[in-house]
């Protein structure tokens, strides 16, 4: 085991499901291979207040189904600062951790690098963001369970769609990519998918329901990412529905409703695995890196390329959207 004795493992940024499943599978990976544990409640907030808590075998029984985070997240300006990372090291060795796991997005793999810049205690990163942006690991802990949650709603608001002859717009999360309005959109068999990386959609988007119009399509389902360069969903819909006087144009902003969740099982399984090997990766002095999937085994990618690269969009699944919405 080295100079690993104990751990401390948190969550941090926006919740996602199948974090839980993570913390149980850290814990209990780490217990098994005769290391102490301590969750760190509230994220980096928590590495600098001091918010610590043992945690044994029992401690994450009947977590695996549930959504959220049982040691709970936030975002923390304070650990942006050399005082505020000063302050958590200070925690850290006082109650002598050895090795960090933390899990969330890009924010919170710079804080680790950035951290791991400064100070020896080596933090490995799991991926756990609904958005599956993250470069280094086809896929994000609890991005599966949001497509399914979106799917789900998507599919019961077409039935009233096609019942009333109307037009709905359907925001999904995705600020700065979208992955997840991609993969729902070609679930859905949405008519048209406005996203983040594509460029002067809303002309496009006009002529596709023009189209739709003269063939008599009942309904019409436009997924778009809240991070559109044209706007969110309410602003799309006032460009376009004046065009379209025929349909009733309505707006449906899902919003954290796709956080929220039992996760599912391919979620259940991922943060497993990761959980399992970001302990791994501690035990073999492994730092400032991320467990990710790449073709379906478990990779380790440095968080200097996880923060700074950007996970690039399906071309092919792009295709495959234009020619199945025909």
Known sequence: MGKIKKI???????DSPGMNAAIRAVTRTAIYSGLEVVGIRHGYKGLIDGNFKTLKVFSVSDILQRGGTILKTARCEEFRTAEGR?????????NQIDGVVVIGGDGTFTGGRVFNEEYET????VPGTIDNDIYGT???IGYDTALNTIIEAVDKIRDTASAHNRL?????????????????????GAEAILLPEVKNQVSNLKSLLEDGFRRKKSSNIIIVAEGDEEGGAFQIAEKVKEDFKDYSVRVTVLGH????GSPTAFDRVTASRL??????????????????LQNGEVVLVPFRKAVKLNKAISQEMLELSKVLSI
Do not use: H, W
């Not at 409703?257 to 929220?260: A, K, L, N, S």
């Open 122 to 125: 080596p933090f490995i990163g």
């Open 8 to 14: 401390g493992v948190l969550t941090s940024g926006g």
């Open 86 to 94: 000063k302050k958590a090291y200070e925690n850290l060795k006082k």
């Open 257 to 260: 409703i796709q956080r929220g």
């Open 168 to 188: 709905f717009f359907i925001e999904v999360m995705g600020a700065k990519a979208g992955f997840i309005a991609l993969r729902t959109g070609v679930a859905c």
């Open 275 to 292: 959980g399992y090997a970001a302990v791994e990766a501690l035990l073999d002095d492994q730092k400032s890196a991320m467990v990710g």
């Open 138 to 140: 086809d896929y994000t």
